[in-house]
């Protein structure tokens, strides 16, 4: 049986107080809408996200899926039934969901579904609706899931009109439903808005449904999965929940975080095994480290490929275009952007390389920079490979560093050098005897007799002078 999705991304996140759509705040580096979208390709066979009025950037994120445009935000009912259009004749289930749901897992979601086609667990008939509920810590002001004695649900009640035997009751609901797509559009055009808040509730098909002799049944999920965001601070706790599943997936792939929770990573950060990570440590999105690779504390990678047998860091940043060669060294503060380091090149104090290709075994001096924009384009710089760029030396890109070519310390090189080539570009160094600091406290005393106790060349007053 084909099925379909159904995602409210609508809401503007008003409690954020933000331009952005709440759908597109980021988690582990990638917009909330698109952490559940991927989930749901793998379960779905069709896609239909609810946007609001105005929100390109959020139908932009979703393509190719099929967007449709909530104009008057009057509920979840409300938005679920704009997909109508697309859906209502679709000869399968359909599911709506929540974007700021970026936590749930496709076992969850692929658990939800098999329970309203399957029915009750206990063999009883198929049901007509099913719903993802959970037992939350705190339940607060969640919708709260009413059931009979054989666990049926009844009816859902949302807190603001529960009374207060109602909220007591520990199950609540999720707001993710799963029905088959043409009882859920019926059910959604019967929904009215006599309510607390007077919107129309998602929530209220589960009445109707039992109204039909039809069995509504609860699949329960872990709260952490279904949290949402609807603050700054709920946003904050869902990016926390991430990262604890990030790091327990890259620890339980081979990596080493000697401290997890100062170590941040991206959604889509890869790392091989037996590579060792300082703690303090941020990864960007799209960043891929091989089998062996060091990281150490304080170190910033976004867009980067490092790989084996690399040591990164301290305090060194990885910008996008980079790419670390096997055995490479980049020390700390040093800065790489768009740069290629081959082989075994090192580059470990103090460092700017911008738009650069360094050859294999290269030594990059401490207080080196590629000069790579003149104020309106960018330039490359190429060292070849065994050269040795000494100590404070500026590179004029576009140039040219021949392999085993060497470069004094303090040059500003503005040409290509030749392979086996010095290159010396400074100012000759002038010295001076006897002008050192002791020279100079020799002449302070000689300048000071000259002038004498009442001042420069001026000759004493006379006795008895006033």
């Keep these: 049986m084909p099925t379909a999705a159904i995602i409210l991304a609508a809401g503007l ?22 952490h559940l979208v991927a989930a749901c390709e793998q379960v779905f066979d069709r896609i239909v996200v609810v946007v609001g009025p105005g929100m390109p950037a959020l139908e932009r994120a979703v393509a190719p899926h099929a967007t449709v445009v909530q104009a008057e935000r009057l509920g ?65 002001r969640y919708g709260r899931v009413v059931q009979d004695a054989a666990g049926d649900v009844t009816r859902i009640v949302e807190w603001a009109d529960a009374s207060e035997a109602e909220r007591a009751i520990g199950l609540c609901n999720a707001g993710v439903v799963c029905a088959p797509a043409a009882d859920l559009f019926r059910w959604l055009d019967a929904v009215g808005n006599d ?36 603050s700054r601070a709920e946003l904050a706790q869902l990016e926390a929940g991430m990262q604890a599943r990030l790091r ?28 060792t990570i300082g703690p303090n440590v941020v990864f960007g999105p799209g960043v891929a480290v091989e089998d062996g690779v ?7 990678l976004e867009g980067c490929v490092v ?41 470990n104090h103090l460092t700017y390389l911008g738009d650069v290709t360094v ?9 080196t920079i590629t000069c790579n924009y003149d104020g309106v384009n960018k330039y490359r710089t190429e060292i070849g490979a065994d050269a040795f760029i000494g100590s404070d030396t500026a590179l004029v890109a576009p140039v040219k560093v021949g392999a085993r070519a060497l470069v004094a310390a303090g040059s500003v090189i503005t040409e290509d050098v030749p392979e086996d080539a010095l290159a010396i570009a400074r100012g000759r160094q ?33 006795k008895g002078a006033a």
Excluded: C
């Design 294 to 300: 060091e990281i150490r504390a304080f170190s910033h």
């Design 13 to 34: 996140g008003t409690r954020m107080r933000s331009a952005l759509p709440k759908a597109m705040h980021p988690v582990a580096g990638r917009p909330m809408i698109n």
């Design 307 to 347: 790989r084996s047998g690399a040591v990164i860091g301290p305090f060194a940043r990885l910008r996008p275009g980079t790419e670390v060669g096997r055995e490479a060294h980049v020390g700390n503060f040093v800065e790489l952007k768009a740069a290629t380091l081959a082989e075994g090149a090192k580059a």
């Design 248 to 275: 327990a997936a890259a620890m339980a792939g081979g990596a080493t975080l000697t401290a997890p929770e100062t170590v941040f990573l991206a959604w889509d950060t890869r790392l091989g095994q037996d590579v």
């Design 359 to 367: 050859g294999a075994r290269a030594n990059i001096g401490a207080g």
């Design 76 to 140: 979840t009912g409300h938005a679920a039934r704009m997909a109508a259009p697309l859906l209502r004749d679709f000869p399968g289930d359909a599911a709506v969901l929540y974007a700021d749901n970026p936590l749930i897992t496709v076992p969850t979601i692929r658990r939800l579904v098999g329970r309203r086609a399957g029915g009750a667990r206990d063999g009883q008939a198929e049901a007509g609706l099913a719903l993802l509920a959970m037992r939350p810590a705190d339940p607060g």
């Design 430 to 462: 002038a010295t001076k005897p006897g002008r050192g600091f002791k020279g100079k406290q020799g002449r302070r005393a000689d300048d000071r007799k000259a002038e004498g106790p009442e001042g420069p060349n001026r000759p004493a007053p006379p």
């Design 195 to 230: 309510n607390a808040k007077g919107e129309y509730y998602l929530t209220d098909i589960a009445g109707l449904a039992v109204a039909e002799g039809r069995r509504v049944v609860a699949e329960e999920a872990a709260e952490a999965e279904l949290a949402g965001a609807n």
